[in-house]
């Protein structure tokens, strides 16, 4: 123990991404907060991960286990943690120096908050920052943001660290589903606990290619599992939430395939978003600009999808 810290247990699930799993655990390594618990749990990689990975030692815990996805592997390594407090941090991810610290100095100060999210840089293959999720003037809600939080997932993957019992409460990862199983979490989060938000940039997310083009098809079905789910359990979340995050789902969707130059199911997933939100200026935006810009729409979307 250092001192009178409270141990952060981190999770890593890994998959054949040796070298970047090895940047993901020095981040941890050379934290300002030195009490932290790293878990690597390999989900059957066939890459040298392994041997990367015994290279470091007593300083991590690592974890073999046969494929089964990322959650699958989040799940194993919370039924080893033991700290105080949880974050997951996928094996291309990385964190800022004072990531852990700033969040464990947050959540044993403000005890009102069940976790705690923060400014995330995007960054290249050769960890070099692009851009920020959150822009120097646009600054998330926090507090109760289920509501929020359904119409758009606005909190950056690797930014999360908890409270152990949080998890205890709401249960783990959902294994039957991948792209939008994060946006779960943080929905499932959200209903019985406080947000709370750090505006710094402690965490970096790696953009190595367009992940929304790998399978759209399950990207939406799957978002939709989610929507469905969240408003199942929340019937107080009101018909106009309901039609403002199925519209903004639906308009997400449209975009990706606009990209992908699928312009017959762009047309129709965009339908179906100005349908449920005919009053939408983000989809009367998007609109006006396929019917006369197209190519600056193109550029525009490019840009955005890229970090989703």
Request: glycine fraction near 6%; hydrophobic fraction near 40%.
């Amino acid at each position: 123990m250092q001192g009178n810290e409270p141990l952060v247990s981190i999770i890593i699930p890994a998959y054949n991404m040796a070298d970047y799993t090895v940047r993901c655990v020095n981040s941890l390594l050379r934290q300002t907060y030195k009490n932290i618990e790293v878990i690597v749990v390999d989900d059957g990689s066939r890459d040298n991960t392994r041997a990367k990975m015994e290279e470091f030692g007593g300083k991590i815990k690592y974890i073999y286990k046969e494929n089964g996805g990322a959650c699958s592997a989040r799940n194993r390594g919370v039924k080893e943690a033991k700290g105080k407090y949880i974050g997951f941090l996928d094996c291309d991810d990385m964190y800022y120096p004072q990531k852990v610290e700033l969040s464990v100095r947050f959540l044993e100060n403000y005890l009102e908050y069940g976790f705690v999210f923060s400014n995330v840089a995007y960054i290249d293959e050769n960890d070099i920052a692009i851009r920020n999720h959150f822009s120097w003037n646009k600054r998330p809600y926090h507090g109760w943001i289920k509501k929020k939080l359904a119409v758009a997932n606005f909190i950056g993957n690797p930014s999360v660290i908890m409270r152990r019992f949080c998890l205890d409460e709401i249960g783990l990862y959902r294994e039957d589903i991948f792209p939008p199983a994060d946006w779960d979490m943080w929905l499932r989060l959200s209903e019985k606990f406080q947000a709370g938000y750090i505006d710094k940039v402690l965490c970096a997310y790696r953009v190595v290619s367009l992940g929304c083009f790998r399978n759209i098809e399950r990207s939406n079905k799957e978002a939709l599992i989610v929507l469905d789910s969240f408003f199942q359990r929340n019937k107080d979340a009101g018909f106009i939430t309901r039609r403002m995050a199925y519209a903004e789902h639906h308009l997400g969707i449209a975009e990706c395939y606009f990209v992908k130059e699928d312009h017959e199911n762009m047309r129709k997933e965009f339908g179906i978003a100005l349908r449920m939100n005919p009053f939408s200026i983000k989809a009367l935006g998007i609109l006006f600009l396929y019917l006369f810009f197209r190519g600056y729409l193109r550029k525009i979307l490019s840009g955005l999808i890229e970090f989703k």
